[in-house]
């Protein structure tokens, strides 16, 4: 079967890492379909040559309409603020899509989740909404593949407020730093081997840097008005709690997950089976320049 015999379900393809893969599956000649919320919104972000089917993954009859014809689906969703949220989406969503697309005889499941997802690192409501996600994969049955991503680059602008970029908590460990451009060649590249199939692959950057680290390469090279600052996960709780923001105070416990767990697993056999990436973080700057107000 070639690529372009094969359709490709992308659910979330209007997140942030769902739609560099949804592209790339596009670019490498698959037929890609969108499970999509907002059918006008997909479309203006992502333009022709993609099945739009309007759905919610929460409605059975929605997502069952859009397994019709399909030989994978990819799962990029994203829960939370609260912990329910969490729940719902990392954990019975990724649960739900899988048990679907098993009864639909749908060929494999990828599904993105982190490094930091482990029995022994699920300390927080996200690490142990995505352990059970995975977990939930694994038992159902479908054949899947889950990448363990390291932190993204496309995340170090979404730290930027005005002239400063927040450094949360004491971010001690090394981070291969990846891009999604890379991540999504490789998510492409995995459904043209069944070698990936049934594995968890780690899917780390060309080098380390620690969280400061990246900030300032990032900083200096793409939005030179900006200055880390750094901030405490303590206060960042305080101050959530005093203005009533679940956003903070989410986003304090996501970072004191990272102050405690640094990257563990190694990348070697998603580097071998589906190349290394590339693209450094001083590329990635060098292309992703802020536009200074
Ligand atoms: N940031 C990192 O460095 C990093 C590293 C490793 C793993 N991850 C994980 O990567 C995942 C994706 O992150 P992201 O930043 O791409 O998230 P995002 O931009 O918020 O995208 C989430 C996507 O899910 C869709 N969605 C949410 N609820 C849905 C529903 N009920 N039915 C159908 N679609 C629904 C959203 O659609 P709408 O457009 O309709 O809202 C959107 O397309 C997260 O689980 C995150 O934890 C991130």
Same mark, same amino acid.
């Given at each position: ?78 829960g ?6 969490f729940?719902?989406v990392d ?18 499941? %990828? *599904?993105?989740?982190? +490094?930091?997802?482990?029995? =022994?690192?699920?300390?927080?409501? $996200?690490?142990?909404s995505k &352990?059970?996600g ?118 304090? %416990? *996501?970072?004191?997950? +990272?102050?405690?767990?640094? =990257?563990?697993?190694?990348?070697? $056999?998603?580097?071998?089976? &589906? ?19």
């Amino acid at each position: 079967m070639t690529n372009t015999d094969k359709t490709i379900l992308v659910i979330g393809g209007t997140g942030m890492l769902g739609k560099p893969v949804a592209q790339q599956l596009k670019a490498d000649g698959f037929k890609v379909c969108l499970l999509a919320r907002n059918p006008e919104k997909a479309k203006s972000m992502l333009g022709d040559g993609y099945e739009i089917v309007k759905g919610d993954f929460e409605d059975a009859g929605t997502l069952k309409a859009a397994l019709a014809g399909v030989d994978g689906i990819h799962i990029s969703l994203k829960g939370g603020p609260r912990e329910k949220d969490f729940d719902r989406v990392d954990h019975h969503g990724t649960r739900i899509i899988a048990e679907a697309a098993r009864s639909a005889g749908v060929g494999r499941v %990828t *599904l993105i989740s982190a +490094y930091a997802v482990s029995e =022994e690192k699920a300390d927080t409501p $996200e690490s142990r909404s995505k &352990l059970k996600g995975e977990a939930a994969l694994k038992s159902s049955g479908v054949p899947y593949t889950i990448f363990r991503c390291s932190w993204f680059m496309e995340t170090l602008p979404l730290f930027v407020q005005g002239k400063n970029i927040s450094l949360i908590g004491n971010q001690i460990h090394p981070l291969h730093w990846i891009a999604a451009e890379d991540y999504a060649r490789m998510v492409s590249k995995s459904y043209q081997t069944d070698e990936t199939l049934n594995k968890e692959l780690y899917i780390f950057g060309p080098e380390a840097h620690t969280m400061g680290e990246a900030m300032k390469i990032y900083t200096e090279i793409a939005a030179p008005d900006v200055k880390v600052s750094p901030i405490s996960t303590g206060m960042l709780l305080a101050l959530g709690m005093l203005s009533f923001n679940t956003e903070w105070k989410s986003m304090s %416990t *996501l970072m004191g997950h +990272y102050e405690r767990h640094g =990257e563990d697993g190694s990348s070697e $056999e998603a580097d071998r089976l &589906l190349e290394k990436p590339q693209i450094t973080l001083r590329e990635w700057s060098r292309k992703n320049q802020r536009n200074i107000q």
